[in-house]
């Protein structure tokens, strides 16, 4: 790897700490109880990935991990655009579950080859739970494929979803994404522009300043 | 001076924060026990990684090397050595024992939705394997519900990983 791997390890962390926030805005209000189970369960594993990647770029820094969760400044947080979007709304949400496990299913299989050690043995214990997350995203894709009104709601969300969604990779990574993309789809998507990382949707604003309250009302350290 | 086998005894008397029934060292978490003069250096293989127990485990952990006289070093070790394959056979028996579906071995390739969808799981109760998957999700992310078509009782079947 050319690049500082503390760099790789907070945009993957960001990614994870930020859509299992978003997830986890389901709980107690999913449209019913299974997936509210399911979604709170995945916010649990993502913050858990998160926590555990924050404290592998955090030895590097020099840091800690919450340091790192809660207390850089906006502009530098890499999490991609699609996991920054606040869609409570069911095709969408699927449609962004989906997406984001077949990018990570691409990412993580990289990093389980990489010639760092820890780095690998991380991405190979976050995918024995990554699994259990794609698997629940494919069932709901078969599901809302299976009936014309979950076709269309799911191709409309996937249509708004897509830039965002090429850009949680880059190069060849991007390439096998939206491959495995388009050979699930019984649809088409266009080609398009991806929406890099450096790009910060206004909704990113809101959810760290909500997330970071406690942290910021104790600065000297809260413990529970 | 204490042992290396002491403090495996100690650990495992120490039951699991959210299922009691089973111990830490049956959850196979425990990955090494060193002894290096005072101190007590244990390798702590966490199970699913936003589990709130693991932090409970690990203070218990050092409670238990504490009481036998020496001083904790509890590792937490963020490699891919734990799966559920650790889980000791006398481990998943107390599981089923206590009704929960203890985890499948693990097969070669990854879990796929049709494995999850099999009658290869067995319910706890009956030991009918009549059981379909009522949610991937649980009451905590190590564990699915499923629901056993022979005895009409839901229970907790261990994902496996």
């Known amino acids: ?224 | 001076m204490v042992t290396v086998e002491a403090v495996w005894e100690a650990l495992a008397e120490i039951p699991d924060p959210e299922i009691p029934v089973i111990s830490l060292v049956d959850l196979g978490v425990v990955k090494s026990v060193e002894i290096e003069g005072d101190r007590v250096r244990v390798e702590f293989t966490p199970t699913f990684m936003g589990c709130p127990a693991l932090e409970a485990m690990k203070l218990q952990m050092e409670g238990a090397i504490t009481a036998l006289g020496a001083e904790p070093h509890v590792d937490v070790i963020l490699d891919d050595s734990w799966s559920t394959d650790r889980i000791t056979a006398e481990g998943r028996e107390k599981l089923r024992v206590a009704g929960f579906g203890p985890p499948t071995p693990r097969a070669a390739g990854p879990t796929t939705l049709v494995q999850l969808q099999s009658k290869a799981f067995r319910c706890p109760y009956c030991g009918s394997t009549e059981t379909r998957l009522d949610n991937i999700f649980g009451p905590t992310p190590c564990r699915s519900v499923r629901y056993c078509e022979s005895c009409r009782q839901p229970f907790e079947q261990f994902k496996t990983i």
Not at chain 1, 32 to 37: G, I, Q, S, W
């Open chain 1, 1 to 224: 790897m050319t690049r500082p791997r503390a760099d790789l390890l907070l945009e993957l962390a960001d990614d994870e700490l930020i859509l299992g926030w978003r997830d986890s805005e389901w709980t107690g209000i999913a449209p019913f109880l299974e997936e509210d189970v399911a979604f709170s369960s995945i916010a649990q594993n993502e913050i858990g990935h998160a926590r555990a990647l924050y404290e592998l770029a955090a030895r590097d820094l020099g840091t800690d991990a919450d340091a790192l969760a809660f207390d850089r400044p906006i502009a530098e947080y890499r999490c991609a655009p699609l996991v920054q979007l606040r869609r409570l709304e069911w095709a969408r949400t699927i449609a962004r579950h989906w997406l984001y496990e077949t990018a990570d299913a691409v990412r993580i299989e990289a990093l389980k080859d990489s010639d760092d050690v820890e780095v690998a043995g991380l991405a190979g214990k976050i995918e024995r739970e990554e699994t259990y997350h794609r698997l629940h995203a494919e069932m709901w894709i078969e599901r809302l494929l299976a009936a014309p009104e979950g076709r269309t709601r799911l191709e409309e969300a996937l249509l708004e979803l897509w830039p965002y969604a090429l850009g949680v990779l880059e190069g060849e990574l991007r390439e096998t994404f939206a491959a495995r993309v388009r050979e699930r789809l019984p649809f088409g998507l266009p080609e398009v522009e991806a929406i890099p990382r450096d790009r910060h949707e206004p909704e990113l604003a809101e959810l760290l300043d909500e997330m970071t309250i406690v942290r910021r009302s104790a600065p000297v350290g809260a413990q529970w």
